[in-house]
Nanobody, 129 residues
Framework: QVQIVESGGGSVQAGGSLRLSCTAS????????MGWFRQAPGKEREGVLC????????????YDTTSMKGRFTISRDNAKNTLYLQMNSLKPEDTGTYFC??????????????????WGQGTQVTVSS
């Protein structure tokens, strides 16, 4: 049984940092691309960053990711079956629930959530001004 569990969320003031973690079990972690999505209150879920098996990352350019570039970094530790999202200089607009998802082999060019096979329950990030 595949399980994906996010952690590391919390409440911080603007300008602060958080590192989210996503630990997967029940799958061969190295065979999967891993992505971060987020959903702000009252808004649709949007993709953030995806990291392929080979270490290539992609942003979901359907959305305005300009504000996140330079502040968010994605990484993975295959030995620990864990994906990370380092978020620095956090802004109130970064508030939302952050989800981790797994897609077999490669990131999705379309970022269609249906193409990601496994999802975590999410971790809440709240940034106050």
């Amino acid at each position: 049984q595949v399980q994906i569990v996010e952690s590391g969320g919390g409440s911080v003031q603007a300008g602060g940092s958080l590192r989210l973690s996503c630990t997967a079990s029940g799958l061969t972690f190295g065979d999967y691309a891993m992505g971060w999505f987020r959903q702000a209150p009252g808004k649709e879920r949007e993709g953030v960053l995806c990291l392929s098996r080979d270490g290539d990352y992609t942003w979901d350019n359907k959305y305005d990711t300009t504000s996140m570039k330079g502040r968010f970094t994605i990484s993975r530790d295959n030995a620990k079956n864990t994906l990370y999202l380092q978020m620095n200089s956090l802004k109130p607009e970064d508030t939302g629930t952050y989800f981790c998802a797994a897609r077999y082999r490669s990131c999705s060019a379309s970022w269609n959530p249906l193409e990601f096979s496994y999802w975590g329950q999410g971790t809440q990030v709240t940034v106050s001004s």
